[in-house]
Every structure is written in structure tokens, then in C-alpha cells.
């Protein structure tokens, strides 16, 4: 049988001591939870909760380099495709220049204008090919290749295609056009296989750099999805955790309180015997 009026054993100090610890304790997790934001922030607050967060979390890492290999690919593409727009916008140049030297009635100071005139765009349009490049790739040159990147996590991938503007280019920059037959010959001839090749690059580029901003729309989407999902997991309630945090501490207030008069209580018994 309990006794309740001891001073060998105070019972009801030991409860109320109890009782702050374990408020302090409530107290100490709630505070840190408002501090962090987060309601799982290590194993110990829940394992299970806590062992699928870290597994969402190398899935975002996953996520990410995907979409930073998506957008260096995405890179070279821009910058080839600027490459090839530019040396598209000098065609109507090239062929206006080519068909004045089609005509026989040119003088020779003519016609070594009109070439010399022909052979600085044709240099800006080797120009234009050559600093195509991005981290040091280049799908404009007769030695591109593909490049291929991983575009998911399930081991998807897109291709980006080189388009092969050196060799036209400079086909067309060698062809004789120092008279009007050898210059109405390179119309037909090297300008329309050089107009082809710029019209396949711009389609072909225009689709993969398409292709590759929808990939990685998509992954952003993806990404932010897996986010909120994350968040659901992990995150604590700011509103519910700052008005438990308030309650604990009135608790604890008054556990104080109550720890102070029942630590009292053997004082009032010797004062019995006084």
C-alpha cells in the first residue's frame, strides 16, 4: 500500500518530475521541428517515413543530373542551330552574288568585285560553322558525330543529329566562278547542295532542340511533383507545431509549478513535529 505522507519517499515528486520530463522532451522535439521545418529529419523521429525519404531524395539527385545532361545537349543544339540559321540568312546573298556573275556583260572590274564580294561570304559562312560550338562540340563540321544522352530515369535516351555544313560549304567556296558559265554552274550545282543541307540542318536541329526542351519540361515537371510528394512525408505543419510548441510551454510552466509545491509537501510534515 502507498504511503502518502512520507518523507523517505516523495511519490508525488517523482509523477510530477515525470511529467516535465517528459514535456521537455515534447517540448524539445516540437521546438526543433519548427526550427528544421521538417516533422521527419532523421531516422529516429520515423524510420519507415524517414528510409522513403532518402530514397526520394537520391531519386531527385537521379532527376537532376538527367536534366543537366538534357540541358548541355540542349546547348549544343542552340548553338549549331544559330550556327546553321546564320549561314541560311547569307543564301539570298550567295545567290544574288552568284547570279550577277552569271551574266556575260560583266567587266573584268566587275566581276573581280562581284568575287571578292563571293568569297568574304563564303568566308563568314565557314565562320559561321566553326564557332558553332559549345563545350567544345561542334554538329556543324564534316567530323561531327551524334551525340546521345539519357533522357529519364528508366534509361531512355534522345539523340541529337550532326548536320554536316562543313563539306557543302566548302564546295562551294573551291568552285570556279570566274565566268558566267562556271558561276551559272555552281548555282545548280554546289549553292543547291549547300541550300539543301542548310534547309535538312534547320529542320532536323529545329526538332531535336524541340524534343529536347519538352524532355526536360517534362522532368521539371516530374521534379517538382516529387517534391510535393516528399514534402507531404517529411515536412511538419508550421501552424499545428507553433500552437503545440505554445501549449508545451504553458506545460511546462506548470509542471514547474507543481514539481516546486510537492517537493514542499515533506517540509509541511516536519512542521508537525515542531
Do not use: W
Not at 560583266?106 to 561570304?121: G, H, P, V
Request: hydrophobic fraction near 45%.
Amino acid at each position: 500500500m502507498a504511503v502518502d505522507n512520507s518523507i523517505a519517499t516523495n511519490a508525488s515528486a517523482f509523477a510530477a518530475l515525470r511529467t516535465l520530463s517528459k514535456i521537455s522532451t515534447d517540448l524539445t522535439n516540437t521546438q526543433n521541428r519548427v526550427a528544421s521545418g521538417l516533422r521527419v529529419s532523421s531516422a529516429l523521429d520515423d524510420s519507415a517515413a524517414f528510409a522513403l525519404a532518402q530514397g526520394i531524395r537520391t531519386e531527385l539527385k537521379a532527376i537532376a543530373a538527367v536534366s543537366q545532361g538534357l540541358d548541355s545537349t540542349k546547348g549544343v543544339a542552340k548553338v549549331a542551330l544559330a550556327g546553321a540559321t546564320g549561314v541560311s540568312n547569307l543564301l539570298d546573298d550567295l545567290r544574288a552574288n552568284l547570279t550577277s556573275m552569271s551574266s556575260s556583260s560583266l567587266t573584268t572590274a566587275q566581276r573581280d568585285i562581284l568575287s571578292s564580294d563571293f568569297n568574304e561570304l563564303m568566308s563568314q559562312a565557314g565562320n559561321f560553322i566553326l564557332d558553332a560550338s559549345f563545350n567544345n562540340i561542334n554538329m556543324l563540321t564534316n567530323s561531327a558525330d551524334n551525340v546521345t544522352t539519357l533522357s529519364n530515369l528508366s534509361g531512355g535516351s534522345l539523340t541529337l543529329n550532326a548536320q554536316d555544313l562543313q563539306t557543302t560549304a566548302e564546295a562551294l567556296a573551291s568552285a570556279s566562278v570566274g565566268t558566267a558559265s562556271a558561276s551559272l554552274a555552281a548555282i545548280t550545282d554546289e549553292f543547291t547542295s549547300l541550300e539543301t543541307a542548310v534547309d535538312s540542318a534547320l529542320g532536323v536541329l529545329g526538332a531535336d532542340v524541340r524534343s529536347l526542351e519538352l524532355q526536360t519540361d517534362f522532368l521539371s515537371d516530374i521534379s517538382d511533383a516529387t517534391e510535393e510528394g516528399l514534402s507531404d512525408i517529411v515536412d511538419a505543419d508550421l501552424a499545428r507545431e507553433s500552437a503545440r510548441l505554445m501549449a508545451l510551454q504553458v506545460q511546462q510552466q506548470l509542471a514547474v509549478q507543481t514539481l516546486g509545491i510537492v517537493n514542499s509537501a515533506p517540509q509541511a510534515l516536519l512542521a508537525l513535529f515542531r
